[in-house]
């Protein structure tokens, strides 16, 4: 089982949508959750850092920790073409990083 | 700020061969971490240094190796080249070790 699951979708919306990505994950020692969009041909680039549980809002984009359930989702309002990218899940025990594979989101203008 | 480079941005080697690969982190950052991606497996943690030390070492054969120099500058070397090495290696910066990372645009090694 990997340390970290993700649906690698493709996923594809209409402009202005609201757009759910989620991932869940196996190691109750993670602490740092993380999103990273990352542009084709480009490196990932950081979108949300959160520490706990509950929810963080940044613009457009909330990212919610569930530890829990161990689950974690970030969500996308008012989706824009610009959004279309691969987006990674990112979870840290405070000594290493574990990642998703990512999902491909297409926002359709 | 410049933001973290990292040469060659595309090469083509064929199988048994070796490469190097460089990165630059930015200013004032001491910790470089490497990863590959392959679209099946995604991001793989290869090893991380700080201070010219390495830190942490993820499930890669021997034939994966790197070093920081002095000024924080990172490379690393795959050896005897496999066809399944072809993947898109990146490199990461932070300022603290295991720290909020930041990529570069990575190298993409072919091997045929």
């Known amino acids: 089982q990997k340390e970290v699951e993700q649906d690698p979708g493709p996923l594809s919306v209409p402009e202005g949508a609201i757009v759910s990505l989620n991932c869940t994950y196996s190691?109750?020692?993670?602490?740092?959750f993380m999103w990273y969009r990352q542009y084709s041909r480009k490196g990932p680039e950081l979108l949300m850092y959160?520490?706990?549980?509950g929810n963080k809002e940044d613009g457009r984009f909330t990212a919610q920790v569930d530890k829990s359930s161990k689950y974690i989702s970030l969500f996308i309002r008012d989706s824009q073409p610009s959004d279309s990218a691969t987006y990674l899940c990112?979870?840290?025990?405070?000594?290493?990083?574990?990642f998703g594979t990512g999902t491909s989101l297409t926002v359709i203008p | 700020k410049a933001g973290v480079t990292q040469t060659p941005r595309y090469l083509i080697k064929t199988r048994g061969q070796q490469v190097t690969l460089s990165c630059s982190p930015i200013?004032?950052?001491?910790?470089v971490s490497w990863y590959q991606q392959t679209p099946g497996q995604g991001l793989q943690f290869l090893f991380e240094?700080?201070?010219?030390?390495?830190?942490n070492k993820g499930n890669f054969p021997g034939r994966f190796s790197g070093r920081q120099f002095s000024n924080s500058r990172s490379e690393m070397n795959v050896s005897t080249l496999e066809l399944g090495d072809s993947a898109l290696y990146l490199c990461?910066?932070?300022?603290?070790?295991?720290?909020?990372?930041?990529f570069g645009e990575g190298s993409r090694l072919t091997v045929l």
């Open positions: 990112a979870m840290s025990t405070g000594n290493q990083f574990y």
């Open positions: 990461a910066s932070s300022l603290v070790l295991a720290g909020e990372l930041f």
């Open positions: 240094y700080f201070s010219e030390t390495q830190r």
């Open positions: 190691n109750s020692a993670f602490q740092y």
């Open positions: 200013s004032g950052h001491r910790s």
């Open positions: 959160t520490y706990s549980s």
